[in-house]
T-cell receptor, first 115, second 113 residues
């Protein structure tokens, strides 16, 4: 069975600085998708970034980028120029490459941003 | 852009009562997913439907049932409610060109007293 692990329950960053959130996963599949979701205090689940396992290039979305290491099964999220609005719970998630496939989430990392 | 709609947004029930949660996916999305998020927990997958057929099943209690209708909306029926069922229930949808992303609704907060 696939598992997702986030070993950092809490992280803190100074406004305008850079922070990296860690995520590891375990799977025997070769094709899959990885995601980072943000859950602010409103509890809405917001997709931050997506990575296809077959792509070697790391995904980037504005200030958000990932470091995808397929062999090491590692998928970290880097937030550059952190803003107060980035404060939230961040979940790493895995999905098999199939129609209707479920998301398997990590335990989450609570990110606080200091002004 | 249209988003996933869930109703009701808040629901308070007594133990042993029944609850029905509704989900209206983004137009032209044919797949619906249900997740349960307990306090301080990560979302846990319950069940999904693709083209009105169950496509995957997670740790959904036998007291819960769900279906997807011809207009693609979905309902999660929960019977014999227990205190431990208190949680945030998310519906997500995917489909068409957005088949490999799941768009989440705002959630229904269920409180069982």
């Amino acid at each position: 069975a696939q598992t997702v692990t986030q070993s950092q329950p809490e992280m803190s960053v100074q406004e305008a600085e850079t922070v990296t959130l860690s995520c590891t996963y375990d799977t025997s599949e070769s094709d899959y998708y990885l995601f980072w979701y943000k859950q602010p205090p409103s509890r809405q689940m917001i997709l931050v970034i997506r990575q296809e396992a077959y792509k070697q290039q790391n995904a980037t979305e504005n200030r958000f980028s990932v470091n995808f290491q397929k062999a090491a099964k590692s998928f970290s999220l880097k937030i550059s120029d952190s803003q107060l609005g980035d404060a939230a719970m961040y979940f790493c998630a895995y999905r098999r490459d199939n129609q209707g496939g479920k998301l398997i989430f990590g335990q989450g990392t609570e990110l606080s941003v200091k002004p | 852009a249209a988003g996933v709609i869930q109703s009701p947004r808040h629901l308070i029930k007594e133990k042993r009562e029944t609850a029905t949660l509704k989900c209206y996916p983004i137009p032209r999305h044919d797949t619906v997913y249900w997740y349960q998020q307990g306090p301080g927990q990560d979302p846990q997958f319950l069940i999904s439907f693709y083209e009105k057929m169950q496509s995957d099943k997670g740790s959904i209690p036998d007291r819960f049932s769900a279906q997807q209708f011809s207009d693609y909306h979905s309902e999660l029926n929960m019977s014999s409610l227990e205190l431990g069922d208190s949680a945030l229930y998310f519906c997500a949808s995917s489909g068409g060109l957005e088949w490999n992303e799941q768009f989440f609704g705002p959630g229904t907060r269920l409180t069982v007293l």
